[in-house]
């Protein structure tokens, strides 16, 4: 059972990631997951979450209208698409499972997957 993110990378300011988290061992259709960054030198962070009962989402206020979270089901995969990028967003981007994720927030973590690292940086 685990999770792997991917998808980072070097990109410059204004550009676009999306990272994904694959999960193997069990279906990330009953499972919220939310993504978390941890940017040199400061704590990890919580920035989104959806929940695998209604799709319910949760974004920080820092993300809004700039980062989409989404589930691929038949991939097992649960999607960051991180657009309008800023160099405030560098960081090591980690997925996890966790309950609940609500539209107010989310819960407490459980299995964490290994992070992938996004620079912003021209």
């Known amino acids: 059972v685990q999770l792997q993110a991917s998808g980072g990378g070097l990109v410059q300011p204004g550009g676009s990631l999306r990272l994904a988290c694959a999960a193997s061992g069990f279906a990330e259709d009953y499972s919220d997951i939310g993504w978390f960054r941890q940017a040199p030198g400061k704590e990890r962070e919580a920035i989104s979450c959806i929940s695998s009962r209604d799709d319910t989402t949760y974004y920080i206020d820092s993300v809004k209208g700039r980062f989409t979270i989404s589930t691929d089901n038949a991939k097992n995969t649960v999607y960051l698409q991180m657009n309008s990028l800023k160099p405030e967003d560098t960081a090591v981007y980690y997925c996890?499972?966790?309950?609940?994720?609500?539209?107010?927030?989310?819960?407490?973590?459980?299995?964490w997957g290994r992070g992938t690292l996004v620079t912003v940086s021209s």
């Open positions: 996890a499972t966790l309950w609940p994720c609500g539209a107010n927030g989310m819960g407490s973590t459980y299995l």
